[in-house]
Structure formats: structure tokens, C-alpha cells
């Protein structure tokens, strides 16, 4: 295991859920990232907090809500999702002097219903 | 529009052979570059990281950039059955703290015993 867990690993809402996935690094890092990987499609990134200041936000639409307490946790709050959205969603974290090396959690399988 | 475009295979090779992807990119700006491996059902795992022109090994995985033609690949020596999986190529403008990687949709290799 590299060090970043997330929660839950399988998740499955209905379109007027409401769900939060967990992101924790234990690496010591300052940098934590959200992916989207969809299939046939390349992993997409959503966004990226330095710091625990958000720094990217990738035209992610605003069912999505990213939340950065510290450098070690991070939260995607997810509200009236589409079925469009059911992915694998990855969470990275990176040390901010390793040039940009990122190491991914195991991630989170959701589908929407 | 930043792109990486890989062959998306299967690239089957025989074991014991040197399996060899390749890797384009559009951003003449991008500094770092990365190979990451994928298993079926799995996180992506970094395996190589390489910053400047030329070759860079580590164990039987090289990888070697050519910032000119803008092409980066990775070559795997004494392939094995367990080095079946997807590579994936990303990129990365900046030369250090945060920033998100751009990905290529990754190349299935298929190492036959």
C-alpha cells in the first residue's frame, strides 16, 4: 500500500443522495489531489488543494464539493449526481519538492443509480 | 489542449522479450514526466519518473525522454507475466509543487508465458 486510503472503496446512491468519500495520507505530504477515471477515458483531474488551499478546480460541476481540512485529509462531497458520473474516483497526494510525483490511493467504485 | 496520446494495444509481447511503449505529448511546457501501472481493479502505481533528456533506469523498467520530439517511452527488459497490465503516461507542466498530472487513456500489455 502506498500510504493514502480512501473510503468507502464501493458506493452506491441514488440520484438525490447526498455522500461524502474519505481521503487520508499518511506520507507527510502538503499536496492532495481528486481523479476521475471513467471508462475509455483517460483519468481526468477534478481538483487539487496545496496546503489545504484549493489551487485547481477542472470545470468540475458543483454537485461536486471538495474540502481540505489539513494536509493530510481530504473530502468529495457529492450531491445530486448523474449516472454519468459512476467512475472510479482517485485520490493523489504529493510532497510539493518531489516534482510533482503523486501517489494514489486505492479509490472509490461508485455508481450512481 | 494539453494531450497525451498513447497506443492504446493490447501490445502483446513474449516473456523473457523487452516489452517497449511509447508516449506522446502536446505541451511543449511540460517538465516532468511520468509512467504509472495499472492492474485490472486497481489504483495506478508509479513506477518511473524522468525530468531531463536521455535515459533513466531502475531495475529492468527504462524510460527515456526526448523533449525535442516530445516523446517519452518506457521500455521493460525480461518481461514477465506479472508485468501484464495497463502503462499509463503523465505529464506535468511544472518543475515542482502542485500541480495535476495529465494522463493518456495507457496501453495494455499482455506478457504471454
Known amino acids: 500500500e502506498t500510504g493514502v486510503t480512501q473510503t468507502p472503496r464501493h458506493l452506491v446512491m441514488g440520484m438525490t443522495n447526498k455522500k461524502s468519500l474519505k481521503c487520508e495520507q499518511h506520507?507527510?505530504?502538503?499536496?492532495m489531489y481528486w481523479y476521475k477515471q471513467s471508462a475509455k477515458k483517460p483519468l481526468e483531474l477534478m481538483f487539487v488543494?496545496?496546503?489545504?488551499?484549493?489551487?485547481e478546480n477542472n470545470s468540475v460541476p458543483s454537485r461536486f464539493s471538495p474540502e481540505c481540512p489539513n494536509s493530510s485529509h481530504l473530502f468529495l462531497h457529492l450531491h445530486t449526481l448523474q449516472p454519468e458520473d459512476s467512475a472510479l474516483y482517485l485520490c493523489?497526494?504529493?510532497?510539493?519538492?518531489?516534482?510533482?510525483?503523486?501517489?494514489f490511493g486505492p479509490g472509490t467504485r461508485l455508481t450512481v443509480l | 489542449q494539453k494531450e497525451v496520446e498513447q497506443n492504446s494495444g493490447p501490445l502483446s509481447v513474449p516473456e523473457g522479450a523487452i516489452a517497449s511503449l511509447n508516449c506522446t505529448y502536446s505541451d511543449r511546457g511540460s517538465q516532468s514526466f511520468f509512467w504509472y501501472r495499472q492492474y485490472s481493479g486497481k489504483s495506478p502505481e508509479l513506477i518511473m519518473s524522468?525530468?531531463?533528456?536521455g535515459d533513466k533506469e531502475d531495475g529492468r523498467f527504462t524510460a527515456q525522454l526526448n523533449k525535442a520530439s516530445q516523446y517519452v517511452s518506457l521500455l521493460i527488459r525480461d518481461s514477465q507475466p506479472s508485468d501484464s497490465a495497463t502503462y499509463l503516461c503523465a505529464v506535468i507542466r511544472s518543475g515542482g509543487g502542485a500541480d495535476g498530472l495529465t494522463f493518456g487513456k495507457g496501453t495494455h500489455l499482455i506478457i504471454q508465458p
Open positions: 493523489a497526494s504529493s510532497h510539493n519538492r518531489v516534482m510533482g510525483e503523486q501517489f
Open positions: 524522468i525530468y531531463s533528456n
Open positions: 488543494y496545496n496546503f489545504k488551499e484549493q489551487t
Open positions: 506520507l507527510g505530504h502538503n499536496a
